[in-house]
């Protein structure tokens, strides 16, 4: 055989091997977070999220930041694997958020409501929390979110 064609051999071969062990492409964005169901109890009756999960270190330190748009039945879940005294702050987050803290067992303790983009005021938990939901601001007032609603998630063991 023709050293050419050899050659051309090779690195056809080569090409498909190389093509064929790629590993497949991932669904979601590269970063992109779990989106899971939650649910909030209101004197109306639940009213349902579609939450990203962050459940890390640096999943919750990036949380909402640069995000140019939040849709009315979304956000995001903070969970914290120990119950904790959070404090949050909106460095870096364009949107007004409603940042709704959750006890372990799942009920609000407090709303921060209509935070200030960009701040970088501490904005507390008035107790102990599992996890903190953070929402468009006005969405909480607006749909009846209270402290001491029990909100539904795998994360309180209330699902």
């Known amino acids: 055989m023709p050293l050419g064609i050899t050659r051309a051999l090779v690195c056809a ?8 062990a790629q590993p497949a492409a991932e669904p979601e964005a590269e970063g992109a977070l779990r989106i899971e169901q939650l649910s909030v109890e209101t ?7 579609n939450v990203e999960i ?11 930041m640069f995000r140019e748009s939040l849709a009315d039945n979304a956000g995001m879940l903070f969970h914290f694997q120990e119950p904790e ?4 702050w909106m460095r870096n987050t364009i949107l007004s958020l409603d940042i709704i803290f959750i006890a372990p ?4 303790i407090n709303i921060a409501d209509h ?9 507390p938990a008035e107790g102990l ?7 468009r601001a006005g969405r909480a007032e607006a749909l009846g ?12 063991g209330t699902e």
Do not use: K, Q, W
């Open 115 to 123: 935070t200030t983009p960009y701040s970088e005021a501490p904005v």
């Open 105 to 108: 067992d799942g009920r609000i």
């Open 85 to 88: 005294m959070a404090s949050f």
């Open 54 to 64: 962050a459940d890390d270190e640096a999943e919750r330190n990036r949380g909402l």
């Open 43 to 49: 004197a109306t009756g639940p009213v349902t999220f």
């Open 129 to 135: 929390t599992g996890g903190v939901l953070e929402i």
């Open 145 to 156: 979110i209270r402290p001491g609603a029990l909100v539904h998630h795998r994360i309180f």
């Open 13 to 20: 071969a080569l090409f498909t091997f190389a093509a064929c």
